[in-house]
């Protein structure tokens, strides 16, 4: 059955004594979990009157509440959301990995009215300049207060939650420019998201899921449709490699999603017997290296799926059974995706030598685009001309490279601009270059990703120091820790220091140049250890590095 609203999903559940939700020690059936959310539903309702002077001014479509939630995967994250799917409100997940500034200036740029937050959440903010008008915390007495009060609220779509378009969320992602820019997810959509149910979820299912709901990952791959169906949502606080068997088992789970690294730091506990005793029948995420998926089926018998995609949602590509290994595999037969070069024309298709090797990388190697995608991206909030490097015409564009064989399977070549993926956190080099430019003695910087062995990218940085002045690693390594605004995964795992910045005929920084160069060419290279202290790069850490990339089928140097 289709439904227009994800309210009119959760309404379908408010009858429903199907097991919902498991966090920790706890449950709730769905008629519980949806009667948690009226009670969020009716407290966002008083709160979009008392703020309303708040929101006044905003264009007609953003004329409602704007709700960030700061906090761990817990279930009242959960329960603010739905609520407001029920009540008509937008809900904004902030990135608990941001700090200071940066962070502060993604809070503003949605226009965020009211946070939810804890302690935690609460000591990041202090001091900021977000420009909300309240912060709530979960755990006060004030809290739980409001939760009495409207304990007895009845499930209900108010009518601003009516409309299919109306925003329900936002969800951060970074672009090339460095400028925050938030996808715009609507209530319709998220309905569309469930009711597709892409898994083949069915109602005994059990999916466990440790990623970030402020990601979409979470939201769209297993609680959309989770709900839909009515299935349970085993939820965790954060991941934990170390939690994830005993997780699974505890939980029975039968589905669990994943994002980038997270498999290698499963595979990376010891091996355990009962890995072959779990009842999980998928595994669906993105970005893990074959090796990973081929290692994670021998221990835990089970086949990991994946595909390509997005917060914008407009380029789905999944693997199927004969996808080639290092493929990303084919579009769905809803898209009309295709590689397409800087003058929009479709690339050849990809040629490969004896080895294996792509002959024709400088014809082949386009823009991953959907033809008809533009429609299914709603945009990101109040940034135009973002969103219309995105759509073009009924092209979407996403701004990430690849290629296509003979046989129409997709794969994954890099990224234009500077955007960066670590451990599936998207950030541009920008801010990360802001920061290191404060640190003593530097004339130039210039930050790029280098191909991690297993998916996504290492931060890389490339300083050239005042006249004079030598590079003090020590000091290097105690000024990355101090940064405020240092994001969680912005300090750079390799750093190049250069007697002069490679520079274009325009005098722009050549950081094709430097990709190029990687880590692998000879120079002054200087790399973070897991106590994040930087030394030398010797011969060895090299050899240990290049055999890494081997055993994961994946190069070192960049485009």
Request: aromatic residues 10%; charged residues 25%.
């Amino acid at each position: 059955m289709q439904h227009e609203t994800f309210g009119d999903i959760l309404l379908e559940r408010s009858t429903d004594d199907h097991t919902g939700l498991l966090f920790e020690d706890s449950s709730w059936t769905w008629r519980e979990f949806v009667a948690e959310s009226a009670v969020r539903a009716e407290i966002l309702g008083l709160w979009s009157t008392e703020f309303s002077d708040h929101y006044a001014g905003r264009p007609e479509r953003y004329r409602r509440l704007h709700v960030g939630i700061l906090l761990e995967n817990v279930p009242e994250y959960l329960f603010v959301l739905c609520g407001a799917a029920l009540a008509g409100v937008t809900v904004i997940g902030i990135n608990p990995t941001r700090r200071g500034t940066e962070l502060a200036a993604d809070i503003r740029s949605v226009d965020c009215d009211v946070i939810v937050t804890d302690g935690e959440g609460r000591l990041l903010l202090d001091g900021l300049e977000t420009g909300v008008a309240a912060i709530h915390d979960i755990d006060s007495e004030l809290w739980q207060r409001l939760l009495t009060d409207h304990r007895e609220a009845t499930p209900a779509l108010a009518q601003d939650a009516r409309d299919p378009e109306a925003l329900l969320a936002l969800l951060f992602t970074s672009g090339s420019t460095g400028a925050p820019k938030a996808v715009m997810c609507s209530t319709g959509r998220l309905a569309m998201l469930g009711t597709v149910n892409y898994r083949n979820l069915v109602r005994d299912d059990v999916a466990y899921s440790a990623m970030p709901l402020f990601h979409g990952n979470a939201l769209f791959a297993a609680f959309a449709p989770c709900a839909y169906v009515g299935s349970t949502f085993a939820l965790r606080r954060k991941f934990s490699a170390s939690g994830f068997l005993p997780d699974v088992l505890r939980f029975g789970a039968t589905y669990v999603n994943y994002v980038g690294r997270s498999l290698s730091y499963i595979l990376a506990q010891p091996e355990r017997p009962e890995e072959s005793q779990t009842k999980l029948r998928i595994v669906f995420g993105t970005e893990a290296s074959v090796h990973d998926r081929a290692e994670f089926e021998r221990r835990f018998h089970v086949k990991p799926g994946e595909s390509y995609g997005s917060s914008e949602g407009a380029v789905v590509i999944g693997r199927t059974e004969d996808t080639p290994p290092n493929a990303l595999g084919v579009s769905g037969a809803y898209m009309s995706v295709a590689i397409l070069d800087e003058n929009g024309e479709e690339c050849p298709r990809a040629e490969f030598d004896a080895d294996g090797a792509l002959a024709n990388a400088g014809e082949a190697i386009g823009e991953i685009c959907n033809l008809t995608g533009a429609a299914m991206f709603e945009g990101y909030y109040r940034n135009p001309e973002a969103t219309a490097e995105r759509n073009i015409g009924e092209v979407y564009h996403s701004g990430d490279l690849g290629y296509r064989d003979a046989d129409g399977f997709f794969y994954f070549s890099g990224r234009s601009g500077d955007k960066i993926r670590v451990d599936s956190e998207n950030f541009s080099s920008g801010p990360v270059e802001r920061i290191l430019d404060r640190f003593p003695g530097v004339l130039v910087v210039a930050v790029y990703p280098v191909p991690d062995p297993r998916t996504g990218d290492q931060v890389m940085a490339a300083i050239q120091l005042e006249s004079g002045v030598a590079f003090d690693p020590v000091a290097f390594s105690e000024f990355c820790r101090a940064q405020p605004d240092m994001g969680t995964k912005w300090a750079p795992r390799f750093v190049r220091v250069l007697e002069d910045m490679p520079v274009t005929a325009t005098r722009k920084i050549s950081k094709p140049s430097l990709r190029r160069e990687s880590w692998t060419a000879p120079g002054d290279i200087y790399l973070r250890g897991d106590d994040g202290g930087y030394r030398p790069l010797t011969d060895d850490d090299r050899d240990a590095l290049l055999a890494e990339y081997r055993l994961h089928g994946r190069q070192p140097a960049g485009a």
